[in-house]
């Protein structure tokens, strides 16, 4: 057994290090070659990217389609229904998300990417469905609440990522990460 294998540092000698010890301890085993993780090749995954694709593909005509004939003013009939529904939908994605950062649950990166992704429809379409008197206050909202609470999230999302992957690189998928 080579002093590699011998050695082994315990929980309390890492929680030990410096931000700076801990920051050249990251540093020299990224040096070392940890690959990146990558999706498992197979039937499954080229299915997945087939559909993918070409639903990405069919859907370049049907905008074209949708361009063409689409009026120019429509009057919905249930217009006070869909944003109430959607802004619902809206605050349970943002609860869901607070409870499971809450709880230190890294399956919060389900509900965060789905309210990131409703933020951003939100700030579309309520700046693109304004009323010439709305739009200062739409314009305002989506690039001062909505669009950052979207880059909040995906944010979020990204710092657990990282750690999951931290995780399991190291082997010790078995616990969770600290999320304090």
């Known amino acids: 057994m080579d002093e590699v294998d011998a050695r082994r540092w315990t ?3 890492l929680a030990r290090l410096t931000v700076r010890e801990r920051e050249e301890l990251v540093r020299r085993l990224v040096a070392t070659g940890i690959t ?3 999706l498992p090749s197979g039937r499954r995954r080229r299915r997945f990217l087939l559909l993918a694709a070409l639903g990405s593909l069919v859907l370049v005509p049907w905008i074209g ?3 063409a004939t689409l009026p120019h003013r429509y009057e919905a009939r249930h217009w006070t229904l869909a944003w109430v529904g959607f802004d619902v939908a809206l605050m349970a994605g943002l609860a869901v998300t607070a409870w499971m950062a809450w709880r230190a649950r890294p399956a919060l990166v389900v509900p965060a990417l789905i309210t990131a992704t409703l933020l951003v429809c939100d700030a579309w379409f309520d700046t693109t469905t304004a009323q010439r008197s709305d739009v200062l ?10 669009l950052p609470m979207a880059a909040v999230l995906v944010g979020a999302v990204v710092i657990v990522l990282r750690s999951l992957v931290v995780l399991r690189s190291s082997g010790d998928g078995s616990r969770r990460a600290d999320a304090g």
């Open 65 to 67: 389609v949708l361009a």
């Open 137 to 146: 206050v739409s314009a305002l909202s989506a690039l001062l609440l909505e």
């Open 36 to 38: 990146h993780p990558t």
């Open 11 to 13: 929980d309390e000698e």
